[in-house]
Every structure is written in structure tokens, then in C-alpha cells.
Nanobody
Framework: VQLQASGGGLVQAGGSLRLSCAAMRRTASNNAVGWFRQAPGKEREFVASIGWKGSAYYADSVKGRFTISRESNMNTVNLQMNNLEPEDTAVYYC?????????????????WGQGTLVTVSS
């Protein structure tokens, strides 16, 4: 499954961005899709995941600010990021999981996109 992540950019603190992850094949429609991020000098961390039935799971650091959703075509997953903070600055990656349930475990994801950079200025 080929994934295309887009929507990153530069935004001021308190602003919003919407990331999109498009799967090139419908295979991903029955699988959970997740977003992860990696800040400079830090390890990759889980951000959000959505199961094939729409159940969502968030990292505590983004809960209440980020919303993950799946478009009706089931091939695109979006991450709406509101009230962004400088600590959200990172390269954001989307990934497709082996299973259908939302999960924060990166070992459960076997397809990864190329990443999109989000920079939040203070």
C-alpha cells in the first residue's frame, strides 16, 4: 500500500492545520490507520489512530486538540490539528496497520508514508 501524506506547513501557535493521508489502494479501507510524529532529536511517537469502523484513539498530549477522521471513500484519513503548540513541531507520518483496530503500537503498522513537516512557531 502506497501512502501519500500532505498538509504540513508553518503555522503560529494557536493555529490549525489539516493533514491528509491518501492510500493508493483500497486495501487500506479495512485496516486501522495511524499518525505518528518525530521531532528533531527525539524518538517517533504515536499521535492518533482510527479503526476501520471509525473508533479513534489519541495520545494524551493531543487529546482534545486533534481529531482523526476517515473520508467516505475509506482511502483517505485526515488529522485536524487545532490549537497547535510549538511542541507539536515534528515530521508527521501516516501508517496503515496490519489489523482493523486502532492501536498506538508502531510495530503493528506495516506501511508508512513519507512524512510531512509541521512547524509551529511561538
Amino acid at each position: 500500500v502506497q501512502l501519500q501524506a500532505s498538509g504540513g506547513g508553518l503555522v503560529q501557535a494557536g493555529g490549525s492545520l489539516r493533514l491528509s493521508c491518501a492510500a493508493m489502494r483500497r486495501t487500506a479501507s479495512n485496516n486501522a490507520v495511524g499518525w505518528f510524529r518525530q521531532a528533531p532529536g527525539k524518538e517517533r511517537e504515536f499521535v492518533a489512530s482510527i479503526g476501520w469502523k471509525g473508533s479513534a484513539y489519541y495520545a494524551d498530549s493531543v487529546k482534545g486538540r486533534f481529531t482523526i477522521s476517515r473520508e467516505s471513500n475509506m482511502n483517505t484519513v485526515n488529522l485536524q490539528m487545532n490549537n497547535l503548540e510549538p511542541e507539536d513541531t515534528a515530521v508527521y507520518y501516516c501508517a496503515v496497520a496490519r489489523g482493523s483496530l486502532a492501536t498506538s503500537r508502531d510495530s503493528q503498522y506495516n506501511y508508512w508514508g513519507q512524512g510531512t513537516l509541521v512547524t509551529v512557531s511561538s
